[in-house]
């Protein structure tokens, strides 16, 4: 009978305190529920998110009990709390910022990402509503940490007399049958899981660009044929620059006066897209012969070895940080051209200004080199907009009517987005009159990697995969030439027949082989639109979307 009254005192013992344990462990998961219900968007996601939350505190509280000594329980608890409550801010955050959950590209830009660049998107959407999320997301396990870690006493030590072997099979089986729900059904919502897939694919990706494309000749490429004539050709690479806010294309800002008084001297492509909205993904494929369709990754190779191989010498100016110098995907397609400067080392994360580039394309346009093609890689209109433009570029002020979502902080934000795009017309044209000034055959693209959103379409401003939209994807693509280019390519005379045909960027490299008369194996000239036999075909962008039905 006293064995009998004993075994119900333990059960009563256990279930208390494997509930308590369960009320603790289970404020992150409140958060999900309660929180989420207002910021997942649809019923269904918001309820396999919920599900796998469940599962994955699961595997935390499993955890728990199969630690040993009260003193390991303390400690993996404190951990576990913390691990939830991140967890749980992360998806949330990222559900109130763009509208979707975490995906495995997402993580996949941010490994991309400096601290500066961090620094700046933290900047930029770091408001009063998610400063208050935080709070409510690790106030509760900074207390409870206080709590129980100066005072082990309370630490429930009757709540934690689960030592049984049998408690310790039954969490071991809480934890395995957990992890395999997580896995086979719930793979889309499990963090761990898109962490662990994204850095298998960063590693990859990184080491196949590492393989082919760092190097100054790759022998994926046999040129086929090229001319030797003197020649000079600059590239300039934008950055996070729409053609919606471009007067060029017809914005009812002045944002490029100084291009507009060479129009007629320019040929301007008004129907250019970018194939992502995310610098690496989008030069990835711009730089490259990689591509949505019919893209052997073994036979890969960049403009900068095309032009290497060409017999041309060739310059990477840049004004981003590198990353480690050979860290960024940008960084190590510039690092197979055989000269290298990168400006923005040391304070990118301050104020810097694309008119630093200026003396270094000079020097680079007067070095001895008959045939050189010069890189130009900007700032361009990146976030934070008002640290790309210095004061005497502070043109634009009050609420622009074409504007969708009016208020002060898009007021500002537009009118900084502007000036930076007034400057950079600035900056575009100085690089062409110094092209101009060398009086040789020459000629001069300027394209963007992609656009922003600044309050266009929707109530958001920058560029995400998971706010994506036709601003971020329509950028502006012109090109100058020489009159002696001119007059030794007159094949381009019916290239103006192409302006306002659809083309997608990813798709550059043929109209690049096209520039320097380069004739190689893998050549396409339907592709080029710098060709008459181009032909438009369908333009894909992120999962196999058709741009133009979208």
Avoid at 15 to 43: E, Q, R, T
Avoid at 132 to 156: E, R
Avoid at 357 to 382: D, Q, Y
Avoid at 391 to 401: A, I, L, M, Q
Wanted: charged share 25%; glycine share 4%.
């Amino acid at each position: 009978m006293l064995n009998c009254k004993k075994l119900i005192k333990d059960i009563k013992l256990n279930i208390k305190a494997l509930a308590s344990l369960v009320l603790i462990m289970s404020y992150p998961l409140m958060m999900i529920v309660v929180i989420g219900w207002f910021l997942i968007p649809h019923l269904m996601p918001y309820l396999r998110e919920v599900v796998a939350f469940v599962f994955f505190t699961s595997v935390f509280i499993g955890l728990i009990l199969v630690a040993k000594s009260v003193v390991l329980k303390k400690w993996v608890m404190i951990f576990s709390l913390w691990m939830l409550s991140v967890f749980a801010f992360v998806k949330l955050g990222f559900y109130y910022i763009f509208g979707a959950k975490l995906s495995s590209s997402s993580v996949f830009v941010f490994f991309e990402t400096n601290y500066n660049e961090a620094s700046e998107f933290i900047s930029s959407y770091f408001d009063a509503k998610l400063i208050v999320l935080a709070f409510f997301s690790f106030i509760y396990p900074i207390l409870y940490s206080c709590i129980i870690g100066f005072n082990l006493k309370k630490f429930y030590l009757s709540s934690f007399h689960l030592y049984s072997n049998k408690i310790k099979l039954l969490s071991v089986l809480l934890i395995f049958l957990s992890v395999i729900a997580l896995q086979r059904r719930f793979k889309a919502e499990s963090i761990v899981f898109i962490l662990s897939k994204s850095i298998e694919e960063y590693k990859e990706t990184k080491a196949n660009i590492r393989k082919d494309l760092a190097q100054e000749t790759n022998p994926n490429l046999s040129v086929i044929a090229n001319k030797t004539d003197s020649q000079v050709g600059v590239v300039i690479i934008g950055e996070a620059t729409s053609r919606w806010h471009m007067q060029l294309y017809g914005y009812n800002r002045e944002t490029n006066p100084l291009l507009m008084e060479i129009k007629d001297e320019l040929l301007v492509f008004n129907d250019v897209i970018a194939p992502n909205v995310m610098t690496i993904r989008s030069l990835e494929k711009a730089l490259t012969l990689k591509c949505y369709e019919g893209f052997d990754v073994e036979n890969n190779f960049s403009v900068v070895q095309l032009a290497n191989q060409s017999d041309f010498e060739t310059f990477w100016i840049s004004n981003q940080e590198p990353v480690g110098y050979t860290e960024s995907i940008p960084t190590i397609i510039g690092s197979a051209a055989k000269t290298k400067e990168f400006i923005a080392t040391d304070d990118y994360s301050h104020t810097i200004y694309d008119e630093n580039l200026l003396p270094r394309i000079n020097s680079a346009l007067k070095s001895k080199e008959g045939r050189k093609i010069i890189f130009v890689h900007l700032i361009g209109t990146h976030r934070v907009y008002s640290k790309r433009y210095p004061d005497e570029y502070s043109h634009f002020k009050g609420v622009n009517e074409r504007t969708k979502y009016k208020t002060e902080y898009s007021k500002d934000k537009v009118n900084e987005y502007d000036n930076a795009i007034r400057y950079n017309d600035y900056v575009v044209r100085e690089i062409i009159e110094q092209v101009r000034s060398m009086n040789e055959n020459s000629f001069v693209v300027y394209f963007s990697d992609h656009g922003d959103d600044v309050f266009d379409t929707q109530d958001f401003v920058g560029h995400h995969g998971n706010k994506a939209s036709k601003p971020m994807h329509d950028i502006p693509f012109l090109a100058w030439f020489s009159e002696s280019y001119k007059l030794k390519n007159p094949r381009f005379d019916s290239i103006s027949n192409n302006l306002d045909k659809p083309h997608a960027l990813e798709d550059f490299i043929y109209g690049f082989s096209d520039l320097i008369d380069v004739d190689y194996k893998a050549y396409d000239s339907s592709r080029s639109i710098f060709n008459k036999d181009y032909k438009i075909k369908t333009r894909w962008i992120r999962n196999e979307i058709d741009y133009d039905k979208w």
